[in-house]
């Protein structure tokens, strides 16, 4: 009874977040749709149009190719930065790496930024090749930054951000450079790297879909390894953790998950930061549990950030990264004035 | 047996060595025909088990689960334990007295607790071979002998073969039934504890001045410093 009640609740808790979120999020904007009218909408297109339509037809044409796609698209982003966030806080063993704080992010979008420059193809096609340039930039990043850092055999929290925060201004750097030598019609393209706001339609959600459901899923599996990995690499490789390939294979994954975020949402800090902390602090720090609810919670999270950006300054809206940001930057401080003595960690 | 030798001999180094952390190792280290060094960790973690010394890693963990990732060897990739792996884990639990202890934090336990644990967890292996460094660091009167004779009484009856790095030469004595004498990296003398502590060898040993005499009870060698006083 107590595995159900340890193992069932948080599940749901999380679900339900994300459903309300959800909903939420596709519900407000310019024009309001009662929550009531949007779910006979989804019915509707489940059971092909077999209820009776008492709601103006371009309701669905609000929520169906400029709503929904949106808010699929930040539920992805957002589980694909908390999971890859609270991946790369075990492997580090430091409460505060985040893709956006370690660099990864910036390095990510730094190979996105690189790739659309070189003329890149405006098409899906196109649109399924900017994560693996995300992706090697997010690679190389995250191993120039592990290796500055490391001290010994640790990585200390002074040093990751120290080396995340120059690796990361570095990397931003090239990418303005890369931006201002652009023509105009690619850096539209690119503009979305820096303000955060994301490419519209269901196509980077299509291109997006493949890539993060194969990370996110590798990633919930890696929970047994994450959390040996918290005794040290020794003790680690002593209950018969294979530990450099365990390393290798989630580095790649959290990166690659962390890389197909930037490259279809931009930039956007702190998500993988708070998200896993909250659940950490609530729920323990398994991360055969961690993992799975990180997801969901990112995602709900993100959307929540999306509506908030929406709506502040209606019909105006602001980048999702600000909202991230004001909200994940106290928060910050707050982790690292306690990160001495905490024990969740 | 036990591991002795004085500081910066090579003891946590050898048993780093043994249990395979160290990759610059020359040799080989069989058991039953098979070389330990070149097994994957996963099999070498079903032979061989590890106490170590550093302790505070970990910490968020709970004592239940840190034990059960001494199963980790025997459980499937998903790292889901089974029916078996929770009775191990609570035997040996049982064994160290520290069933009590099943839902607290590691971080929040004393020295002598967290020892007991990270021992629990490696009689979780289930491992014919139990490398101990230094188990009694930092461990009062009480939980030394606690611990040595835990580890003594488990090693006769679960027959394991046990090797562990420690100081005190007096519970060297009482405790282990061969000892090994490491002196700059290399056996200086390997046999029964009355062979291997005299007072020649561990005064060489040690560069400092001792004296043997015989404990009143069990008839044990008991080394005492044997320096003038000024």
Same mark, same amino acid.
């Given at each position: 009874m107590t595995i159900v009640k340890k193992t069932l609740s948080p599940l749901w808790v999380n679900l339900s977040l994300l459903l309300l979120a959800i909903v939420l999020n596709v519900a407000v904007g310019a024009v309001f749709i009662p929550p009531g009218t949007l779910l006979k909408i989804f019915a509707n297109e489940v059971f092909a149009g077999e209820l009776l339509v008492d709601w103006p037809a371009h309701f669905e044409t609000i929520i169906m190719s400029i709503r929904l796609p949106h808010a699929v698209l930040m539920l992805i982003t957002g589980s694909a930065l908390a999971a890859s966030g609270a991946a790369y806080q075990g492997l580090f063993r430091n409460p505060?790496?985040?893709p956006y704080l370690i660099g990864v992010a910036?390095?990510?979008?730094?190979g996105a930024v690189a790739a659309l420059s070189i003329q890149w193809p405006q098409d899906l096609a196109g649109y399924y090749y900017i994560p693996i340039a995300a992706f090697i930039g997010a690679v190389i990043t995250v191993v120039v930054v592990y290796n500055l850092a490391k001290v010994g055999k640790m990585v200390p929290l002074t040093t990751l951000i120290l080396a995340g925060v120059a690796v990361g201004a570095f990397t931003s750097a090239l990418t303005s450079f890369l931006m201002l030598r652009s023509n105009e019609q690619i850096l539209r393209a690119i503009s979305f790297l820096l303000g955060g706001s994301p490419m519209a339609g269901w196509n980077p959600v299509l291109a997006a879909l493949p890539y993060v459901v194969i990370g996110l899923g590798i990633l919930s599996f890696s929970g047994h390894a994450l959390n040996l990995l918290q005794f040290g690499e020794d003790q680690a490789k002593q209950l018969g953790l294979s530990v450099e390939k365990a390393k290798a294979f989630i580095i790649i994954v959290a990166s690659l998950t962390t890389a197909v975020a930037v490259a279809f949402s931009g930039v956007i800090g702190f998500i993988g930061l708070i998200v896993p902390h909250i659940i950490r602090m609530v729920w323990g720090p398994d991360y055969r549990k961690l993992i799975p609810?990180?997801?969901l919670a990112g995602g709900s999270a993100l959307l929540i950030a999306d509506l908030i950006a929406r709506w502040v300054l209606a019909p105006q809206a602001l980048p999702v990264g600000i909202v991230t940001a004001l909200a994940g930057a106290p928060f910050f401080l707050w982790i690292l004035r306690r990160a001495k003595s905490e024990v969740f960690w | 047996m036990a591991l002795i030798g004085p500081n910066g001999a090579g003891k946590t180094t050898l048993i780093r060595g043994i249990s395979g952390i160290l990759d610059c190792i020359k040799g080989s280290?069989?058991?039953e025909g098979v070389d330990l060094l070149k097994l994957a960790p996963i099999d070498r973690a079903r032979i061989l088990a590890v106490v170590p010394q550093s302790r505070a890693l970990g910490g968020a963990f709970t004592v239940e689960q840190t034990v059960m990732m001494g199963r980790t060897a025997h459980m499937n990739w998903l790292g889901k334990p089974g029916e078996g792996d929770e009775e191990i884990v609570w035997a040996s639990l049982e064994?160290?007295? !520290? !069933?009590?202890?099943?839902?607290?934090?590691?971080?929040?336990l004393s020295g002598g607790e967290q020892q007991r644990v990270l021992l629990a967890r490696a009689l979780?292996?289930?491992t014919p071979l139990l490398l101990l460094d230094e188990p009694t660091n930092h461990l009062d009167l009480k939980h030394r002998s606690t611990i040595l004779s835990l580890v003594a009484k488990l090693a006769k009856e679960n027959n394991l073969a046990v090797?562990?790095?420690?100081?005190?030469l007096n519970?060297?004595?009482?405790?282990?039934e061969r000892v090994v004498l490491l002196v700059d990296g290399k056996v200086k003398a390997l046999g029964k504890s009355e062979d291997v502590l005299t007072t020649e060898l561990i005064s060489d040993a040690y560069q400092t001045q001792i004296k043997v005499i015989s404990h009143p009870d069990y008839r044990v060698p008991i080394i005492l410093p044997d320096q003038e006083l000024d």
């Open positions: 505060l790496a985040d910036s390095g990510a979008g730094l609810l990180s997801i | 280290i069989t058991y064994k160290t007295n !520290t !069933t009590g202890l099943a839902d607290r934090r590691i971080a929040e979780a292996q289930d090797l562990m790095a420690i100081h005190d519970l060297v004595s009482i405790y282990s």
